[in-house]
Every structure is written in C-alpha cells, then in structure tokens.
C-alpha cells in the first residue's frame, strides 16, 4: 500500500495542525491583518475573508528531496524552516506581508516519526518569525520527500512590488551579502559521503559556532519581509524581486520585465568572506572559491534586489536594515547588462545562476 | 544536472503559460468573478484584487506518480486534467465557484516533450471546462512525477457549505452514482502488467465507445460546480463534502465534523452497474467485484455528499442535475453510522475506504 490511510491520514493533519500554528492569536495580529480567516484545517477548504481594501499576493514553491536537499544531509528541522522561508521569499519580494499559508506534503512512511517532528517544528519557527499561518493543506505517502507550500500575502491595494518598473536612471540595490548559501552548501557537498569522519562533522556542525554561523544561509535563510513591506508601503522602489537564483540571473530577469538594460559595479557587490580557518582547510582550498562567483551567480541569497530612482534614494536610510542595503549599479536604457572590473573594464554579464546540485 | 536549468525552467514556464488559459478572457467572465486578477504569470507572485463582498476559499492536492497515477499506464492528458479536477473538487464542495490556481510541477526531464504537452492539453481541457484559470506556479526538475494544484474559489461571503452544520433529521444525499472510478481503476489494473496483449488493448480503448464510458470516471472526473454553486447560493445544505475517500469514509469525517450519527438504506445508493460484456470476461469476473463495496468503499467519486432539512428537501428538484441527485438516509443523533440491509438488519458502517494503489 503505497498511500497513507485514511486513519493515519487524518491523525497526521491532527499532528501538523497542533505543530504549526494555525490561526492568529493575539488580538493585534488579528487587527493587523485585513484579511480575517474563518475557517482553517478540518473542512475541504480554507475560508477567507477579505476586506476590499488590500491586494492578495499568492506563490507556491516547490522543496523536494534530491533536487533541492539530501534527506541524509540536511537536518529536518531545516527542510521544514526553508521550504516555508524560500516560499514566503517571493510575498516579500512583492511587498507584501505574508499572512497564511497551504502545505502539500509527501512523504515516506519511514519519515513519519521523529524525522517529521523535526520537520515541523523547523516549519513551526519558520511560521512564528514570519507571522505566518497554516490554513490548509494534503498529505500523502511516497517514495521521496516532497513538499509545496503556497503562500498569501496581502498588499495596500496597487502598492505591491513588481519586477517590470525599473527605469533608466534608477539606483540599483541588494539587500545583504550575497553568496553566503552558496559558500554554505558549497561546504556541506564537498564533505558528502567521501569520508565518514566529514559525515560525523556535519552531525556536530549545530555545537560549533563558526560552523554554524557559515551554513545557516544555507539552511535558515533570512527573508526580508520588513523591507519588502517599508518599500512597498512608502512607495520606494520602481521595481523589485528576490534572489533566488544567482544576481546575474535575476537581475537579468527584472531588466527583461522592465524593458531595460543595466550597469553594475563588481566591487560594489556585497560578497562573502571566506573564514581563514576555512581558506586554510586543504579539502576546502581545492575548490577554488571565488567569493565574487559566488555572489553573482551562487543563488538562494533571498536578498531583495530593487532599484529606486535617484531622487528618493536618501529617504532609504529610514528602511528597516539600512546598514545592510548596497547600491551596486544603476539601469540603463537598451538590453545590455554590463559589469564593470576593479580595472573599470566593462564586460557583458553572463547568465550563470549555480545549481546547489549541479555536481551532484 | 538534476534541476531544469533557468533558461530552460524560463521556457517552460512560457510553455505552461501559452497551452493553459491564464486570464479570463470574456467581459462575462470577469464580470462574474467579484475578484480581479491584477498580474498573473510572469512576477514573483500573482496579485488578486478581491472587492470585499465574497470569501475565499483555499484548497491544494498532490498528485503523485506512483502513488495516484501510473506513468506507463494512465494518458498524460488523464494525469493533466485529474490533477485539476481533483483539486477543484474541494472546492465545489465548499458550494464556491472555483476562479484561479497555480500549478508546482516536477517532472523527469524525458517527459518534458509530448508527455508534457498532453498533460498541458488536459489541463488546459480541465480550466476550460470548470471555467479557472492559472494564475502562478514552480517547474523544476525531477526523478519523479510530482505534481501539487491549489485552487481558489469565491463565494458569496458566510454561505460556504461546511462540513459540520448537519442536524438530526436531515435527509442525506449523493449527486450521482458512486464506485464508478473505482471499477474503472479495477478494469485497469487487472490488466496491469500482466499479459501485454491487454496492454495494447489499453492503448486501444480510446476508440472503443464502451471502454472509454467505462475508464472515463477514472480518468476525467466530472466535477459537480454547479450544483454546489446552487446548494450555497440557496442556503440549501446545511453540511456538503466531496466524496474523494469512499463513502463509508467521508459520511463518518462530515458526521463527526457535525457531532452527529446517520443512517443509510444499502438499497438506495446509486452504484455502478458492470456490464454484461465486462462480467462476462474472464479475468473481470475473477475480480469477484460487488458494485455496492465499490459505491461504499471506492473512493475517486468527487460526488457531492450533502444534508437537507426535510422542510427544504422538496425545493432540491431545481437543482442542477436532480434527477441524478438521490436520498441515501438521514442524519441521526448520536455517533453511530448504521447501513439498513436489504433485509431491513442493521449493522454499523465500517469505514474502508478503498485505496486505488492498495493492491499494486
């Protein structure tokens, strides 16, 4: 029998539904919300009611085991953070602030028990700090690990942020540092299952602190569902979208939405620093990782990446994590995508967005 | 390489976009949804403009290789219509009228040719037909098919029919005739495998008039909209669910989702008949098939399962597909769920709902 039973079916909604919260609790979160839900997990449907006063931003997001993470690698607690985090990525990067969300989860009867814990309580912390709630979802049994969530969000009516308003002139912006996921994953592959002793140290990354500050990236990203919703709110940014895929991509991507062209900087790219204990590890050195690669083309940063016009650009230093928001070039007219050297040598910009699986 | 690449995933999406309606296109159409589509394909998310007067309802399905469908077996079309079908029945039965969806696909890359473009084609069978449309999505890469639909419908704001309003004395009804999937998926997967003439003979049936009215439950769902449009515009219903696990199983989650017990007469369920050809045939008849454990057990009906107070029941021949619509029972104080025989004994109702893939 390949499908969960019915029994068992609905004793894990049961399970799901006491894990991950479910409806607002507070008053306030009930208050901030326009959009009240009325009915959550137990029918066929979620029921919502919106006020008419807000646009509704709907995504949905795939997470599945060996295309996007290794059941035996990455901890369940973070596939459970991430998949709800990566799905939230694309609400904040229209502006919005993510208010529920649906969970199609698949998985192995062998993952049921402790694996699944683990699972949603990374889901649950996920929820908590996005302000999140699980209104729905399906449950099923197969041979691999395999989740969709979809996610609302709500926007102040024709506030929400677009990929397609950039103009010449703007300034272009990236929220944080980028290529540390990469760096992280980068480090986590290398060590996978050519030596046992590596497979140890990565059951005891969560004790060591460095370790730790290195792969959270990968594994917890940060979205950023503030600025998202302060750029959004203040009509700041022309246009705007997350980084999921590498800069050179998705930079390319709002350029083709928007009808433009654009020129950055490389030494203005916020990038990762490599640890000089890291530099020195031997396994690690033979990658040759060059922090710039990674910041242009690593992905899943989930930065915000948006472009203002010169004229607002100073009002940005009241957006929530100011110290971290970098302008790294600014858009032109034309198609072009040009990148400027430490030399002031300009090239086009290659579409190389890195797969964490590539080399798999 | 185990995820599409960007450009490719680019492509696809555009693909996906062009075979599969994405904006209502007619005046009537739009003027019929109180919510407007603001952008759909192209953005991080999609924005939705609802005006305040209707709720929303919420639902997502999984349809999964090798747990719902059988790549080898069941016509990519199928798999593309059932996938929506399935999903959009959830929301039927909420009595709302379904307007959008997105669409999380994985698939092999060596189904992205004409394997993809038939799924598309029965998708896009499957929009036209329950009037949705696709509104966002995910594409990636995968070992496996995987495929997640969440469906948006609207309702007039506070009628959406509930599981859990049925009252003692309620008259139980069933849309149509049940365990018609399920003899379907039985005809199909007694074949499986087994002998490869009847494999041709699978690839056959679309031409055979009588196999395909046989398989066509199975394989292209009709979904009851308009009937549940009905029971909630009216305030007809006071409790409806769709019939997706298997009678036994879904009378006993609405009686426990209301707080009540129920009795049904085994005579007047409506259960398939199995034509004479068919009993005939050896290997079918082997099978030892009983229409009315198909109809309490099967499972795949997407039938509407709803409770009537005797005071409104004689208002139901208005309804959309009346005459197929038939009384089963009513509602009872109390938990038991108890099935009167054609002997008049009665005997509990044992909740069994039937697993397509049990037996594989």
Redesign the interface.
């Known amino acids: 029998?390949?499908?969960i039973?019915?029994?068992a079916e609905?004793d894990l909604v049961t399970r799901i539904a006491r894990a991950i919260p479910c409806a607002p609790k507070t008053r306030r979160a009930i208050s901030r919300a326009a959009t009240r839900l009325?009915?959550g997990i137990?029918?066929?449907?979620?029921?919502?009611?919106?006020?008419?006063?807000?646009?509704?931003?709907?995504?949905?997001?795939?997470f599945?085991e060996?295309?996007?993470f290794l059941a035996n690698l990455h901890p369940p607690d973070s596939v459970g953070f991430k998949s709800l985090a990566r799905a939230t990525s694309?609400?904040a990067?229209?502006g919005?602030a993510p208010r529920?969300f649906?969970?199609?989860l698949?998985i192995p009867s062998r993952h049921t028990g402790a694996w699944l814990d683990q699972f949603l309580k990374g889901m649950a912390r996920a929820a908590h700090s996005l302000g999140i709630h699980l209104?729905?979802?399906?449950t099923?049994?197969?041979?691999?690990i395999?989740i969709?969530v979809?996610?609302?969000?709500e926007?102040p009516?024709g506030r929400?942020l677009?990929?397609?308003g950039a103009k010449p002139g703007d300034i272009i912006y990236v929220s944080g540092t980028l290529g540390r996921a990469a760096l992280a994953w980068r480090w986590m592959s290398s060590n996978l299952g050519r030596n046992s002793g590596r497979k140890r140290m990565l059951r005891r990354w969560p004790q060591k602190r460095s370790l730790r500050r290195l792969l959270k990236p990968h594994l917890y990203p940060e979205i950023k569902v503030d600025l998202g919703l302060w750029l959004a709110t203040n009509r700041m940014a022309t246009a705007a979208?997350?980084l999921s895929?590498g800069l050179s991509?998705d930079l390319s991507?709002l350029c083709a939405?928007s009808g433009v062209g654009a020129r950055i900087v490389e030494t203005s790219i916020p990038r990762a620093s490599i640890l000089p204990k890291l530099a020195s590890m031997k396994e690690f050195a033979k990658l040759r990782l060059d922090p710039l690669d990674l910041a242009l083309h690593g992905g899943e940063d989930y930065e915000l990446l948006f472009t203002v016009p010169p004229s607002r650009a100073k009002l940005l230093r009241k957006a929530p994590g100011f110290s971290s928001i970098v302008p790294i070039g600014e858009i032109m007219s034309g198609k072009d995508i040009i990148i400027f050297d430490l030399k002031g040598r300009s090239s086009a910009l290659p579409?190389g967005?890195w797969?964490?699986?590539?080399d798999?």
């Open positions: 029998m390949n499908r039973a019915f029994h609905d009325r009915r137990g029918d066929d449907a979620a029921i919502l009611s919106p006020n008419g006063k807000s646009d509704w931003v709907l995504s949905c997001d795939a599945l060996n295309v996007h694309d609400i990067a229209m919005a529920f649906l969970l199609t698949a209104v729905g979802g399906d099923t049994e197969s041979s691999h395999s969709s979809t996610v609302l969000g926007v009516r929400a677009l990929r397609s979208m997350d895929d991509t991507r939405a579409r967005g797969d964490p699986f590539r798999k």
